[in-house]
């Protein structure tokens, strides 16, 4: 069974910066697209960032130039850079890793960012 777990998160003022990471409890190698989601109270989950195993990504147009997702294969970990973060980025953020077809979330980490 795969294991995501989410670290990261917090409370930070806008124009603050965080980064979040997700550890996979196996090889990155095994999954062909991991990414962050989030989901804002009263909203539905959305994409945030994804990236595949040739190392393409993609990012939600509300977070372009200011997000970046990276991976390190030999921690099995995915992280979720976030720069210039604004109040309406405040949402809970889950990762999120495919395995065709199977779909693996991890538990979320609240990233909360003050006016």
């Known amino acids: 069974q795969v294991q995501l777990v989410e670290s990261g998160g917090g409370l930070v003022q806008t124009g603050g910066s965080l980064r979040l990471s997700c550890a996979a409890s196996?090889?990155?190698?095994?999954?062909?697209?991991m990414g962050w989601h989030r989901q804002a109270p009263g909203k539905q989950r959305e994409l945030v960032a994804l990236?595949?195993?040739?190392?393409?990504?993609n990012y939600a147009d509300s977070v372009k130039g200011r997000f970046t997702i990276s991976r390190d294969n030999a921690k099995n970990t995915v992280y979720l850079q976030m720069n210039s973060l604004k109040p309406e980025d405040t949402a809970v953020y889950y990762c999120?890793?495919?395995?065709?077809?199977?779909?693996?979330w991890g538990q979320g980490t609240q990233v909360t960012v003050s006016s």
């Open positions: 196996g090889s990155l190698s095994m999954f062909n697209v």
């Open positions: 990236i595949t195993t040739s190392g393409s990504t």
């Open positions: 999120n890793m495919v395995r065709y077809p199977s779909n693996y």
